[in-house]
């Protein structure tokens, strides 16, 4: 119902290839966010995204909505190893509930 | 500097002694939350609070109380931890509880109950 799938789980890349990850959803999101976990550390915003279709960029990072807003994706362009950690995509459940996809950890070889 | 606090950082207790996880928040936030995270279930909500003495069960909330008597206080109440409540667990707040904000995240609290 409620849930969001995050593919890949895991994903091993060499430095400099590119990286991406997906968010889906069953039902359509109202909008949805977009964390980042370094290893050891702490969830870090990364980005909102609200309207159907809608693209943003941040450096090397590039976070889409798509057009029935039922899924996002947020794509590396020319990894590094500063990109290392887990991505998670929420969404906002019910009654103020927030629902965390499972997360995609990425690792990068030097 | 605006940021989440958590304490302790670290835990180690025994089954059935009670503990508290104290989170504080600097930002006069409205919506704060706690979370726990465990290996394959990623962040798992287990109460959250949209403003002061208005706290709600997430998804998780089983062994769990809260408080919010103050706004910039959030603390996690376990009255008697069994061995299946170790994991790492977060705290976070935001502006308001809408889904519009961002989640600013304590650095976590790593709890083992023996």
């Known amino acids: 119902g409620q849930q969001v799938m995050q593919i890949p789980q895991y994903q091993h890349v060499q430095e400099g290839e590119d990286f991406t990850t997906y968010c889906n959803s069953s039902t359509t999101l109202s909008n949805i966010q977009w964390y980042k976990q370094r290893p050891g550390g702490h969830p870090v915003f990364l980005i909102q995204l609200v309207k159907s279709g809608e693209v943003k960029k941040q450096k090397r990072l590039t976070f889409q909505f798509g057009e029935a807003k039922k899924n996002s994706s947020l794509h590396i362009t020319a990894t590094q190893t500063t990109d290392v950690g887990t991505y998670f995509c929420i969404r906002a459940g019910n009654n103020r509930k927030l629902i965390w996809g499972l997360g995609t950890s990425l690792a990068v070889n030097p | 500097e605006a940021q989440v606090t958590q304490n302790p950082r670290y835990l180690i207790t025994v089954t059935g002694k009670k503990l508290t996880v104290t989170c504080s928040q600097n930002?006069?936030?409205?919506?704060m939350s706690w979370y726990r995270q465990d290996p394959g279930l990623g962040l798992r909500q287990i109460y959250y609070s949209m403003n002061v003495e208005v706290t709600d069960k997430g998804d998780v909330p089983e062994g769990y109380k809260v408080s919010r008597k103050e706004k910039r206080n959030f603390p996690l109440i376990l009255e008697s931890p069994s061995p299946n409540q170790t994991s790492l667990y977060f705290c976070a707040s935001s502006l308001r509880a809408s889904f519009n904000n961002e989640q600013f995240f304590g650095p976590g609290t790593r709890l083992t109950v023996l």
């Open positions: 930002m006069n936030h409205e919506y």
